[in-house]
């Protein structure tokens, strides 16, 4: 009997949106179609232990070999999305509805003298409109209970409704007020009539006029105190509010389209297409491929339109095509060429309200997820991880593979508010307990890129060579390996101390310090000139164990310290996703902390940093003098009679605005409010 945990998702793969699953055969054909509220919660079902499940569920999931799904907005999308499926695979496990016979719909006999809401299956009848189809009859049912307070419209057989009016006594729902009661004349017939339609219209679509009626009613009854009537409207609103909800699967009636929607980054893009045929969604396909080009996304549609249709007949474009953007070159000519191919006219647009929006955001939910996901899988597998550290240790000639990966990027605006980041992978995973950040102090007599990665990694190799000297017990000898350096020096490429300190653990409190371990590989985000940087770094700290390489974003070449040219990784490579992983994660994290600083930049005083002078004495400071400029002309002595200032702190804020740069005539502006300050 196969294992359902041989096809089982990881865990956090699987959405918690609602949507519609799939359950293949090992020959890809659909066995069992189902919708769910939340994917994840329903899925996990299926993969506990088999003797718990029902017979019929045990077979099926014994006899799948692999499952999918569908994201969706809500679960009246999923419903209808389940039912477009069930017809369209005609599952071996799922309840056959052989025909659209089968469905029901809400019907509203507008035929008959005093027109009914039911339930109705089977041929449809001249005079009587037709909402859905609907896959469960209760979902009708759940309707019309909401919209029976509003629209009190007759539901009751004709032999109810003639006998009632035989015995002049209505029906349970007339005495509920559910029903407006005509069999025995509470309303005549004309007016029941336009009920029944005002109930068409807005099952139709037709809504906002009916809920804006509803809260003028209410208001005018609450102006009148009669509190009664207007909780009355307030609940008949709620009902209207919640069977507002609709299909966006479901397009009008007769509609051929194929929706596409792209969710991309630098790297790779996920298409998504749903494919709509009579209104319904009779097929969705799924791409991710990579980009080789720097491709924008109207350069996406037209190289997608021309793969997707390229090979097709008449029947197989629609007359309708929905893309996010239009196409790179003129949209006429791809409208032209799918009209030529269907043989007659093809509209090609973006559509930007109704439906139609509403389903092109379901297909770009799915992208996005489906994108997501194949993220997640390639980021996360052990196979992957380990193949990718493999390759780096090839293509950069390593002995090892580098398990522990340290990533520094740099950020700043025109050279001010300079921060770096440190950023740790160990074993192709983000360890984010040793990210680390840094304020660059000019050290290296300047703060451009280069500059700023140097003094960065100085101070951090600097603090491991401190490290591991203080590591080293009174009398210990270091296993010491001597090599000839290129210039006939000697240099110490490693060392340890019998074994007796782990490295990166702080002897006295057992825990780890704060830069942990040193790296195998060190990645700086840049190319040539920050790789050169990093190097005279490294060497300057004594550091000669560690392997560099630098990643380019242009091109996405590895640079390599001492080669006049880069190396470059396959487009596919498991390695260069793992580098573009790290140099991504690095470039998030420091541009995070350079807004943080930049903000905080933006509304300095001059009173910041005067040793003993926190926020509450600067406000009481100001509060007392009114501003910073009547306080520059203070004496220490005025100062110091400020509640809560003393004599050594009033001569430190004399003294440090007395170094402050001269008032300027025009005020300072908070660039980040536009704010005037003082």
Avoid at 513 to 535: I, K, W
Avoid at 573 to 596: K, N
């Amino acid at each position: 009997m196969p294992d359902p945990a041989t096809y089982r998702p990881r865990p956090g793969e699987i959405p918690v949106e609602p949507g519609v699953y799939r359950f293949r055969d090992p020959h890809g054909r659909v066995i069992y179609v189902g919708k769910a509220k939340s994917l994840r919660a329903r899925l996990s079902n299926y993969f506990q232990d088999l003797s718990a499940l029902h017979p019929r569920t045990m077979a099926m999931v014994t006899t799948a070999a692999s499952v999918e799904w569908t994201v969706v907005a809500t679960e009246v999308e999923a419903l209808q999305l389940e039912y477009s499926w069930i017809k369209e695979f005609d599952p071996r496990f799922n309840v056959k509805y052989r025909d659209d016979k089968s469905y029901p719909y809400l019907a509203v006999t507008m035929g008959e003298e005093v027109p009914r809401v039911q339930v109705m299956r089977g041929a449809k009848r001249k005079g009587t409109r037709y909402f859905g189809p609907y896959t469960h009859a209760w979902a009708i049912r759940e309707t019309v209970d909401l919209l029976l307070r509003v629209f009190p419209v007759r539901t009751c057989s004709t032999g109810v409704y003639k006998r009632a009016g035989q015995v002049g006594r209505p029906c349970l729902l007339g005495y509920i007020d559910k029903c407006s009661a005509p069999c025995v004349g509470k309303i005549d017939a004309e007016e029941h009539r336009a009920l029944a339609q005002d109930f068409c219209d807005f099952m139709a679509g037709n809504t906002q006029k009916f809920v804006r009626r509803t809260e003028r009613e209410m208001k005018a009854a609450a102006a009148e105190m009669d509190y009664e009537r207007a909780a009355r409207l307030r609940d008949d609103l709620g009902a209207l509010t919640k069977a507002l909800e609709k299909s966006a699967v479901v397009l009008p009636d007769a509609t051929d389209a194929d929706v596409f929607a792209i969710a991309d980054d630098e790297l790779e893009a996920a298409v998504q297409v749903f494919h709509v045929r009579g209104g319904r969604v009779r097929g969705q396909r799924g791409w991710v491929s990579e980009k080789v080009e720097d491709v924008d996304t109207p350069q996406l549609v037209e190289q997608l339109l021309l793969q997707v249709y390229g090979g097709e007949t008449g029947e197989g474009v629609p007359r309708e095509v929905l893309v996010p953007e239009l196409p790179a070159t003129v949209e006429a000519d791809v409208e032209d060429w799918l009209s030529e191919l269907r043989g007659s006219r093809v509209d090609l647009r973006v559509p930007q309200r109704g439906d139609k929006r509403a389903l092109m955001e379901t297909v770009q939910r799915n992208a996005t997820q489906a994108l997501a996901l194949h993220k997640t899988r390639r980021g996360g597998d052990l196979t992957t991880r380990s193949q990718a550290l493999q390759e780096l240790q090839e293509a950069l000639g390593l002995d090892e593979a580098p398990l522990r990966i340290e990533c520094y990027d740099v950020s700043h605006t025109q050279e001010t508010n300079v921060v770096a980041s440190m950023v740790v992978f160990e074993d192709g995973l983000p360890k984010k307990a040793d990210y680390r950040r840094f304020a660059v102090r000019g050290e290296e007599g300047g703060v451009d890129d280069t500059r700023a990665m140097r003094e960065v990694l100085l101070r951090r190799f600097r603090r491991v060579r401190a490290d591991d000297a203080r590591d080293q017990p009174p009398g210990a000898t270091r296993d010491e390996r001597i090599t000839e350096g290129e210039d006939g020096t000697e240099v110490e490429t490693s060392g340890a101390v019998g074994g007796e300190v782990l490295a990166g653990i702080d002897p006295d409190t057992g825990r780890p310090r704060r830069f942990a371990y040193t790296p195998q590989l060190v990645v700086v985000d840049g190319g040539q000139p920050q790789v050169e940087a990093a190097a005279r770094a490294l060497a300057d700290a004594g550091v000669v164990d560690v392997a560099l390489c630098g990643l380019a974003k242009r091109l996405e070449e590895v640079w390599l310290p001492g080669e006049a040219h880069p190396v470059v990784l396959p487009r596919t490579s498991p390695g260069l996703f793992l580098l573009q992983r790290v140099r991504d994660e690095a470039h998030r994290f420091a541009i995070t902390y350079h807004r943080s600083k930049r903000s905080k930049a933006m509304t300095t005083s001059a009173l910041d940093g005067v040793p003993g002078l926190g926020q509450a004495r600067k406000t009481a400071l100001l509060r007392h003098f009114g501003s910073v400029k009547k306080l520059r002309a203070a004496t220490a002595e005025e100062v110091a009679a400020v509640p809560g200032m003393g004599p050594r702190t009033a001569r430190a804020v004399v003294e440090a605005l007395a170094g402050g740069a001269p008032e300027s005539s025009a005020p300072a502006v908070n660039t980040a409010t536009g704010e005037l300050l003082d």
